[in-house]
């Protein structure tokens, strides 16, 4: 359980809207009382009924998650959340402390994976830094933007869950989506890659490019929106938006 090791300290942060979900009646209190004595204005959801009745995309700008629930899984309630494609700041707070769970639930789209043996401290500076975040960003994106996150190497398609990519995937959709609408040069693209041009092998772009298409549509059915321009380079041809 949460170590309450000393009482919170108010007006720490921006006054932010936070849905919290935690089913354990005790914690839930606590924890909405110190996220009120913050600055936090906090609505408290028992179960994923409770908390799909009270989410409301337009005024909460952070959401609290406990994954093991009377009526689901909490991260069944990420994935749908990350699906809507708003700048939600999610952490979850879990008694799940196992590494392929963080894994899991960092990869289906939480920002944070906090264990419950974590402190006040831990929680309030994390929390902090998701609203400075927050604070940053265009409130939404429109509907049909490809969103890349670069910070956490993610990659979200509309109306879908993020997608965890590897450090080249990063590389290669930066370069191709900071130059959307026009042909990146496969010269842009392997120096992106930290590679020499004139002595790397091409065809390990075009793999790459395969490995990515298909690494987009297995998770989501979506065709990645990337032209191939022969002998030329690649365009990205959708909208899209890069966030640091």
């Known amino acids: 359980m949460f170590r309450f090791v000393r009482p919170p300290q108010p007006n720490l942060h921006p006054l932010r809207d936070l849905i919290l979900l935690e089913d354990e009646a005790v914690l839930r209190e606590e924890l909405g009382d110190f996220l009120g004595a913050a600055g936090y204005r906090v609505d408290a959801a028992a179960s994923l009924q409770e908390f799909r009745r ?13 994954l093991g629930l009377p009526d689901g899984d909490g991260l069944t309630l990420v994935s749908e959340l990350r699906a809507q494609g708003r700048p939600l700041g999610i952490v979850v707070l879990t008694a799940r402390g196992a590494t392929r769970d963080r894994v899991e639930g960092l990869n289906i789209g939480a920002d944070y994976y906090l264990p419950k043996t974590a402190d006040l401290d831990e929680l309030a500076a994390t929390l902090a830094a998701m609203s400075r975040r927050i604070a940053e ?41 900071r130059e959307a609408g026009s042909i990146a040069s496969r010269q842009q693209i392997i120096e992106s890659l930290g590679e020499d041009f004139l002595s790397y092998d091409h065809r390990r772009l075009d793999t790459q490019m395969r490995r990515l298409r298909r690494k987009v549509s297995e998770a989501t059915g979506l065709e990645l929106p990337i032209n191939t321009a022969r002998n030329a380079g690649y365009r990205f041809h959708a909208r899209a938006l890069i966030r640091p």
Do not use: C, F, K
Not at 54 to 66: C, N, S, T, V, W
């Open 54 to 66: 009270l989410y409301d995309p337009e005024r909460h700008g952070i959401a609290l998650l406990d």
């Open 137 to 177: 960003e265009p409130l939404s994106a429109p509907r049909d933007t490809w969103v890349l996150e670069l910070g956490v190497r993610r990659l979200t398609p509309p109306g879908h869950a993020t997608i965890a990519l590897s450090e080249q995937d990063l590389r290669v959709l930066n370069e191709l989506m």
